[in-house]
């Protein structure tokens, strides 16, 4: 695993000296706390519920005790940001997030921290972690959504559907293993359920309770759609906008997943100030920051397909198979299946799945940059 405690110097400060000298233990463990506080908010970064931004589906209290992954300590939160680096690396997508499902009791599994069960009430609440009744069968349910979405399940059990197996690799990284069979096609019946939206009975239900266009599978009983989190029928709300995955690329990795729905534009730009817009500023370059426009361009879905519009002040141009072209100002402009806007050399904005435009792409960075390699491997009772 990468990263390890913060280093910090001593800025001259004679009481600052003197409080760490006094209290070296105390120190360290301020610091580690701080460090498994970035890395947990890291990892959020990288879990959702709505398959349009996942890559694989993964039960969380397996993923937690997979202690042979790092030679850690029994049950660590921190085991699910291996999972997101590995499947990166996999995927060669720096966006990729994982969907994860556990049941009740892990939110009361005493191997964890209070800190980590209390991340994983707020994964929780915010929509983020599917979370089951106490008892039910995650894994199974792991399975379900891997079978609606043509998704593979991150684990070590036997299952029939399409799964990755974690083992451990060099450096402290952890590789997927392709195993069994890959994905299936999707049943009709799971097709036709997917195009609506469904609501929850139960008040506020992180699941099926929120507007928007992202949402979980339903679960299917006895082919009825129900909520997985609180086991009651769902009402039909309606067909589900149509929706488009794209992704952002710097470099040929990909670092951001979106999507375009009808009647939902999205402005992508350096600093957009509009909700629901895709800011590059972080992931840029200084170079490319003075070429990416604070609002580049509006991507629109349209019953015939995605639209373009350049907003920018440089320009934008469109890679395709018919080669490149520079995109008038201000004018829409229908998006190929296959068709790559650039923004700037190696800023790209494309289909989920399009091959990159670019020559080469770097290796996706680590979520685990800054997670305390000491708040790992932790003796039991003084051992």
Known sequence: MVGGPTQETDGGGDANTASVQAFPDVTQNVRVRFDQHRALDAIERRLATDPLRTGGIVEVTEAVRFADLDSGKE??????????????????????????????????????????????????????????????????????????????????????????????????????????????????????????????????????????????????????????????RLTDAGARPPVVALVVRVGGLVRQRFAVAAGSPVVVGRAPDQRGAVALGPMLDEEARTWVSRKHVALELRPDGVYATDMSTNGTVVVGPEGRGRMPAGQARRLGEREILELTDGVEVARAGTATGTTEATAPGSVMTDAPTIAIRMPRNGR
């Open 75 to 232: 049950a660590s939160l921190l085991r699910l940001g291996l999972l997101v680096d590995g499947l990166a690396r996999l995927l060669g997508d720096g966006g990729v997030a994982l969907y994860p499902v556990a049941d009740r009791g892990l939110l009361s599994d005493t191997e964890l921290t209070s800190n980590e069960r209390m991340v994983l009430r707020r994964w929780s609440d915010d929509g983020l972690l599917e979370i089951l009744p106490a008892g039910a069968p995650a894994l199974a349910r792991a399975g379900e959504v891997s079978a609606l979405t043509g998704q593979p399940v991150l684990t070590r059990a036997q299952i029939r559907g399409y799964a990755l197996r974690p083992t451990p690799g060099g450096g402290g990284a952890v590789q997927l293993v392709p195993v069994g069979p890959g994905p299936a096609p999707v049943p009709e019946q799971a097709l036709r359920v997917l195009t609506r939206m469904w609501r929850c009975p139960v008040s506020d239900c992180p699941s099926f309770g929120r507007p928007g266009t992202g949402q979980s599978p339903p679960q299917l009983a006895q082919g009825v759609p129900t909520c997985p989190r609180h086991g009651e």
